[in-house]
């Protein structure tokens, strides 16, 4: 069986019903695979966990309970999060590496032609750059020696257990994974719920027809425009991860946006439906001693769930509550002292330019100053195909998609060196309010609102 047939059998099986005919040799190569006794994939099948994970931190306790979830104890912090990084990753590597990939620009290497697009745009968009900011940015905090004991714990268990199925199906071994990885979770995260096009949406209504029917059908969210650079970043070096410039406005170019470009952009953009909500109810009204904390975050419904469940106990704090498949620390949750949670705030984070281009082709005006495009020429890996060539170009406001002969400068918040995950282990360690608005400040990426309660009050703060 060759790898043309085995990569093209599970993108078969998928779409077989549509084309049944042409597919029907892949589909069948597929479920062969899943042969009683006789397939090959049932090598992958996972039989146990792991009780105990030793490391050069020292050794970690592993139990999942009844539901399923992990509970996870040990001595050190670095012990902790290391099995913290085996445990996710013996139960959702596959999930870990797909969306790594995706926002890598790495999924053709896999699965083939069918994805060039979105390899393309995730490449040009600078994700992986952004991750690779931000986990340099906090190497040096609390947070650095920890995500670093969790790569590694996620590397053993690619070492010592038996890779998922998907692996076996698309023949192909997960790369180790790193302090970025985790961090092109939250960029993956921040992208899925302050990601949009909407803007350009609404300039093309205005250009169309007039400025008015475009306010009508895109009003704004916001009476009062909320900061997106925090009194805590210096303005001048904010964004200095990717290099980017936030402290001057560019030349008005003019430029009609077209609706090629505003098509083809908005094919990669989240879901516009997703919402959360939360409440308080104080302790007077609860019937207790403490108030009650509910939050229903409305993420992706998808198979296996967008968030992993998890109860740590280490040396110095207990802390249960809901992570991605990714990242170390409890995102929502409660410890010993409160509980908290988040929902989407909504906010305009994002901003476009064009350029007027001057006539070397890779200088453009900027206010008063000319200034050239960055460029690096980049080759999208295909399996079983050609590999593709692109030019990713970055311009003082951020990366630089094109399409449909039209330049498009992205400037997002979550392309900065950010502190979220400091933030939420600051929270996971909290001991009361003032501790959980401190490590609120440093929440940048994506812009949340924040529902906490104590033993002693509650509060929201956004």
Request: net charge negative; aromatic share 8%.
């Amino acid at each position: 069986m060759n790898r043309e047939t085995t990569r093209r059998a599970v993108l078969g099986a998928a779409l077989g019903a549509g084309v049944a005919g042409g597919l029907l040799t892949s589909a069948s190569s597929f479920l062969g695979r899943f042969a009683p006794l006789s397939g090959s994939v049932w090598g992958a099948a996972k039989t146990g966990r792991q009780s105990t994970v030793d490391s050069p931190h020292g050794p970690a306790e592993v139990r999942y309970d009844d539901e399923g979830v992990p509970q996870i104890s040990a001595d050190s912090e670095t012990a902790l999060y290391f099995a913290t990084g085996y445990a996710q990753a013996t139960d959702r590597l596959f999930q870990m590496d797909l969306q790594r990939r995706l926002f890598r620009g790495e999924l053709s290497a896999v699965v083939g032609d069918t994805t060039l697009d979105s390899d393309e745009f995730h490449r040009k968009m600078m994700f992986a750059q952004a991750a690779e900011a931000t986990a340099e940015h906090v190497r040096e905090t609390a947070v650095g020696p920890l995500l670093e004991a969790y790569a590694d714990g996620v590397n053993a268990a690619i070492e010592s257990e038996s890779l998922p199925i998907e692996f076996r199906l698309l023949e192909y071994e997960p790369e180790p994974w790193t302090v970025a990885d985790s961090m092109i979770v939250e960029k993956v995260i921040a992208w899925g719920l302050t990601g949009s096009f909407r803007t350009l949406r609404k300039t093309l209504v205005a250009d169309t027809f007039t400025a008015e029917m475009a306010n009508q059908l895109y009003p704004d969210r916001f009476a009062e425009r909320p900061r997106i650079i925090r009194d805590h970043h210096d303005p001048e070096t904010f964004g200095a991860g990717l290099g980017i410039d936030v402290d001057v406005d560019a030349t008005e170019t003019g430029q009609t946006v077209r609706k090629e470009t505003v098509d083809w952009l908005s094919g990669f953009e989240p879901d516009p439906k997703l919402g959360s909500n939360s409440w308080l109810v104080s302790p007077e009204l609860s019937g207790g001693d403490a108030p009650v904390v509910s939050n229903d975050p409305h993420l992706q419904l998808q198979a296996p769930p967008v968030w992993y469940e998890m109860h740590l106990d280490g040396p110095d704090h207990r802390v249960r509550g809901v992570s991605f498949p990714g990242v170390p620390f409890v995102v929502i949750g409660e410890n010993n002292d409160g509980a908290w949670g988040f929902t989407n705030v909504g906010a305009d984070v994002i901003d476009f330019y064009t350029y007027d281009r001057l006539e070397d082709g890779e200088a453009y005006r900027y206010g008063e100053e000319t200034r050239e495009f960055e460029t690096q020429t980049q080759e999208i890996e295909v399996a079983d195909g050609s590999n593709k060539e692109i030019e990713v170009r970055r311009s003082v406001h951020g990366p630089v998609v094109e399409e449909a002969e039209q330049e498009v400068g992205v400037a997002w918040t979550g392309h900065a060196a950010t502190e979220t995950s400091l933030a939420i282990y600051e929270l996971a360690h909290s001991e009361g309010v003032e501790d959980a608005r401190r490590a609120a400040a440093k929440f940048e990426a994506p812009t949340q609102n924040l529902v906490y309660g104590s033993q002693t009050v509650a509060a929201c703060s956004r």
